[in-house]
């Protein structure tokens, strides 16, 4: 394969089963993972360009049946998928966006046209595991042919790759996973584990070495397991590269610590024993040993620079008027249709007209010097936590009159939680108009004012492994009012986080959001220069993704020097065991994998395949 760095090409492919470009109908996203993988393509290729390297790229996702394919150009070749034996032929389709984004799409009918509308994007969970394997063969066979210098995992979904690449490339195409979120690791009950994976043409040895889960099928283990013995590197969307901090922290936390930063904030957990105390309390890593085992380093995901409160398109008169938006209040709709409200962290000027246009949509009325607005914008999720902002409204409007909520969400079926604080925001609205104010439903130009509106922005996720909303937050002046956990870490100096590690105890968690948030409007009313300080380092912050795109390029390098000192390593190894007499060889072979442990090393991966080259014992 010819060496990219010679010519200083990069010929990446990133694969993944949200690819953002929702607005042009050829692209999904349920969360961070579709926007991510619609922003870091062209970001790689600004970064390539100060690395003085020629990024190429293609995206690599699933054709679901809603993409209208005659805007798409069909390529000549398909790929086939065998699934339970019987051979399933995958369409490719090309399509490259205004901003250089070229994406291959993998179509086949019975893998990917019966389900759902464009927001559901994600498999029933009786086919899912197939329909993951299916489109994975398509895009290994994709692979296999295409010249590439590296590829890249996003999750779970697409982690089978490396188990389908052609013998040449499995050998030597480096390759990288990302973790988007170890909540959802993609675990199906094994039964007969052969006959399991047997059904997704893979081979049953392969079990013990690569799924074994509680004698259940793990995907994301698969792929963890995979990129790290063939020396690839593991990384997670928010941290730095020691996992110090965010999600790289917390995947990595070892239960023993966990439970004691539990005792410490929740003093009644004291004096239970460990296993009491862990079946009360959230565990990121979701029982998943090797997030311990294997390194995991954090790259932080960045943001487009568009969401800066100078820069943001929906605060200009002319996207709003392009995109046809109708705000409900006539003196709003004219004031953001007819000139530009963008600011910066030296003049907030535009930020308190905004306000006042904000309040105008919610109210109907001008605000009061001393209002607070406290904003609440999301999926109404259990993870997202919103359902605590509902319980403690009326505690909070009862002890602080001048605080009012606008609230835009909504919530997915089945969701008790979240069907819960819709009903709760919606009975709240109706008794308390002049407020709290509530849209059921999402109105993407109504969610940027109240986020460039809004005094304070509520994010009380039980989980959030990268964060999308505090920076959209922050970078519009508006202060985080939240749970520490994972990427949120990254505003903690400048917004009012709190620590809670057990989700089954809601009233007290309410209580704990209820006192940082009280904390935050008794700021905003006695400490206006504290307030002014931390809207501009917000502000300030830098979100780009300039830092973590030279990141994961030096990544990609990295994983191109793996390959070449492991095949010089294993010349050598392999000589050196030619030399080596035959029981000596034997005996490596009985026990390098003997014992009860796990053995996840790339060189051990390359001595068993060196042995198997030897035949039988």
């Given at each position: ?31 961070g ?7 870091l ?25 809603t ?36 994406v ?14 464009p ?10 595991l ?6 994975c ?19 779970y ?10 013998a ?6 480096p390759?990288?996973l ?7 690791q993609?675990v ?58 965010g999600y ?9 610590e ?9 003093p ?7 296993d ?69 962290p ?23 010097p001393?209002?607070v ?17 509902a ?7 009862r002890?602080?009159p ?21 009903q ?5 609205a109706?008794?308390?108009?002049e ?43 508006t ?10 870490a ?8 709190y ?11 309410m ?22 300080d931390?809207r ?18 030096q990544?990609?390098?990295y994983g ?14 392999a000589?050196?065991?030619q030399?080596?007499?035959a029981e000596?060889?034997n005996?490596?072979?009985?026990l ?8 996840h ?17």
């Amino acid at each position: 394969m010819e060496n990219a760095q010679q010519d200083n090409r990069l010929r990446v492919a990133l694969a993944a089963w949200e690819i953002g470009r929702v607005s042009s109908g050829l692209g999904a996203k349920a969360g961070g993972l579709g926007v991510i993988v619609e922003e870091l393509p062209p970001a790689l290729v600004n970064a390539g360009r100060n690395l003085g390297l020629d990024v190429e790229l293609v995206t690599l996702g699933p054709c679901f049946g809603t993409y209208d394919r005659s805007r798409l150009n069909k390529l000549p070749q398909t790929y086939p998928a065998v699934i339970d034996n019987r051979t399933h032929q995958f369409e490719a389709y090309e399509h490259t966006f205004e901003n250089g984004q070229r994406v291959v799409y993998f179509w086949n009918q019975h893998w990917l046209g019966p389900w759902g509308p464009p927001s559901h994007v994600y498999p029933p969970e009786v086919v899912a595991l197939r329909t993951y394997a299916a489109v994975c063969q398509a895009m290994a066979g994709f692979l296999s042919e295409q010249p590439c210098d590296t590829f890249h995992l996003h999750d779970y979904h697409v982690g089978l790759i490396p188990f389908y690449l052609s013998a040449e490339k499995a050998d030597t195409l480096p390759f990288h996973l990302t973790i988007h979120n170890a909540s959802y690791q993609g675990v199906y009950t094994a039964g007969n584990a052969a006959e399991l994976l047997a059904a997704i043409h893979l081979d049953g040895p392969l079990f013990e070495r690569y799924f074994q889960f509680f004698d259940n099928v793990n995907l994301m283990r698969a792929a963890m397991v995979r990129t790290h013995e063939t020396g690839g590197k593991v990384t997670t969307v928010s941290g730095d590269l020691e996992a110090s901090w965010g999600y790289a922290r917390e995947l990595r936390e070892p239960r023993a610590e966990l439970i004691q930063r539990a005792r410490r904030t929740h003093p009644r957990l004291y004096y239970l024993a460990d296993d009491e105390v862990a079946g009360r309390i959230y565990f990121p890593a979701q029982g998943l040993a090797e997030f311990q085992e294997i390194p995991v380093a954090g790259i932080t995901n960045g943001i487009s620079d568009e969401n800066k409160a100078q820069h943001l398109p929906w605060l200009k008169a002319e996207t709003l008027r392009a995109a046809e938006v109708r705000f409900s209040h006539p003196e709003v709709q004219h004031e953001m249709t007819s000139a530009d409200h963008g600011f910066s962290p030296d003049d907030l000027t535009n930020k308190q007209k905004l306000k006042r246009l904000l309040h105008l949509e919610a109210f109907g009325t001008e605000p009061e010097p001393n209002t607070v607005l406290l904003v609440v914008v999301g999926r109404m999720v259990e993870q997202k936590g919103l359902h605590l902002v509902a319980g403690i409204m009326d505690r909070i409007r009862r002890g602080y009159p001048e605080a009012k909520f606008v609230v835009l969400g909504s919530a997915p079926r089945g969701d008790l939680a979240g069907h819960r604080a819709v009903q709760t925001f919606a009975a709240a609205a109706g008794h308390d108009p002049e407020g709290v104010f509530f849209r059921n439903g999402f109105d993407l130009a109504l969610s940027k004012l109240m986020l460039a509106g809004g005094d304070f922005s509520f994010i009380p996720s039980r989980f959030e492994p990268c964060g999308i909303v505090d920076y959209e937050s922050v970078l519009l002046g508006t202060i985080v009012i939240g749970r520490l956990t994972g990427g949120l870490a990254k505003v903690s100096d400048f917004s009012f986080l709190y620590e809670w590690f057990e989700p089954a105890d809601e009233q007290g968690e309410m209580d704990a959001l209820f006192t940082k948030t009280a904390e935050a409007i008794s700021a905003f009313r006695d400490q206006p220069d504290r307030i002014l300080d931390m809207r501009r380092r917000g502000m300030a912050i830098d979100g780009s993704w300039r830092r973590s795109a030279t990141q994961y390029l030096q990544m990609y390098q990295y994983g191109q020097v793996m390959q070449r000192c492991k095949a010089a390593l294993r010349q050598r190894a392999a000589e050196f065991l030619q030399q080596c007499p035959a029981e000596e060889v034997n005996c490596l072979r009985q026990l390098l994998d003997a014992g009860s442990g796990r053995q996840h090393s790339a060189l051990s991966a390359d001595l068993r395949c060196l042995l198997d080259a030897f035949g039988p014992a």
